[in-house]
């Protein structure tokens, strides 16, 4: 009788264990993302982004160059928009990617990584859990190398943000840290 109870309680004890570590993944998950989105945004500049800048600004050359040029010229954002969709697919929210095409937060240091010739090599990240389920925080080590001065470690911090439905909503960088970043850039 004793061998019949085991054979019943060895397959709930697994379905118990696969729920277990399918809880444990699922709460893992938007670490997970964060990682992945600073871990493309903090290596500087990234070359999707830096390939679909660089389309557009061809197109909008080639515009000014045909005199086509419109009272309001609006280049078209689609391609950086498609870029970012595919680098981060559904683990960003629209507004991420809306915010990065207008080069808010963490974006800008693309753009300006690009604008000035710069690179950023990441280093070492740590992300954690705050008492917010929606807020993580971040701390990063950037390697950061211009044309005109040796490298220079630095240390970021910041937030990331998540909506309703988990997504990476916003990634900021500290203010401070930020200027400094730039400030190195020159």
């Known amino acids: 009788m004793k061998h019949f109870k085991i054979y019943y309680i060895i397959p709930i004890l697994i379905i118990i264990g696969i729920g277990i570590a399918a809880l444990f993944r699922m709460h893992n998950q938007p670490v997970r993302n964060a990682e992945k989105i600073l871990t493309a945004m903090l290596n500087l500049p990234a070359e999707p982004i830096k390939e679909a800048y660089g389309t557009m600004d061809t197109v909008v050359d080639d515009i000014v160059k045909n005199s086509q040029k419109p009272d309001i010229f609006s280049p078209d954002d689609a391609l950086i928009k498609h870029v970012y ?3 981060f697919g559904d683990i960003v929210s629209d507004s991420f990617i809306e915010d990065c095409i207008r080069l808010d937060n963490i974006a800008f240091l693309h753009y300006r990584a690009m604008e000035q010739g710069t690179s950023a090599a990441l280093q070492e ?10 807020i993580m925080t971040y701390e990063a080590e950037l390697l950061v190398h211009t044309s005109g001065t040796d490298e220079k470690q630095i240390q970021i911090t910041g937030q990331i943000q998540l909506d ?5 909503h916003a990634v900021h960088v500290n203010g401070q840290e930020l200027l400094r970043i730039l400030e190195t850039q020159n």
Not at 164 to 168: E, H, L, P, T, V
């Open 125 to 134: 990240l740590n992300i954690a859990r705050t008492n917010q389920k929606d």
């Open 164 to 168: 309703s439905n988990r997504k990476i």
């Open 85 to 87: 969709e595919e680098m």
